[in-house]
C-alpha cells in the first residue's frame, strides 16, 4: 500500500507502508534517483535477503540450560573443595552436598 500526498512545507511525497512503524517517505527526485538506479537496488536486495527472526527460547528451554549452568557450577565447587573427581549425575552431586 502506498499513500501519495501533497504539502506545503515538502511538496509532493510518496510514503510506502504508511502503517508501518518506520513509513520509507521521500518525493520526487528520490523517485526518480531509484528508478534511475533500480537494477542496482534489485541486485543488491537479492544479494542479501531478510533475515529470518527466530523465536526466542521457550520456557522449558530456559530452564535447561539455567540447569546445565548449576550443574556445572556444582561440578566446579566440589571438584575444587577436595581435590576428587566430580560426580558425574545430578543425584550424585546431592547426595555429595548432602553428606
Known amino acids: 500500500m502506498t499513500k501519495i500526498e501533497t504539502s506545503p ?3 509532493a511525497t510518496i510514503t510506502l507502508e504508511p502503517n508501518a512503524r518506520y513509513p ?7 523517485a526518480r534517483m531509484i528508478l534511475a538506479n533500480l537494477d542496482d537496488i534489485r541486485s543488491f536486495a537479492e544479494a542479501h535477503p531478510p533475515k ?3 523465536a526466542p527460547p521457550s520456557q522449558l ?4 540450560a539455567r540447569l546445565a549452568r ?3 557450577l556444582l561440578r566446579a ?3 575444587g573443595s577436595n581435590g576428587h573427581a ?3 549425575a ?3 552431586i546431592i547426595n555429595h552436598i548432602r553428606r
Request: charged share 35%; hydrophobic share 25%; aromatic share 10%.
Open 77 to 79: 565447587q566440589v571438584n
Open 90 to 92: 545430578p543425584a550424585d
Open 24 to 30: 520509507f517517505r521521500f518525493g520526487p527526485d528520490k
Open 9 to 11: 512545507k515538502y511538496g
Open 61 to 64: 528451554e530456559q530452564e535447561n
Open 52 to 54: 529470518v527472526k527466530q
Open 86 to 88: 566430580a560426580p558425574s
Open 70 to 72: 548449576e550443574l556445572e
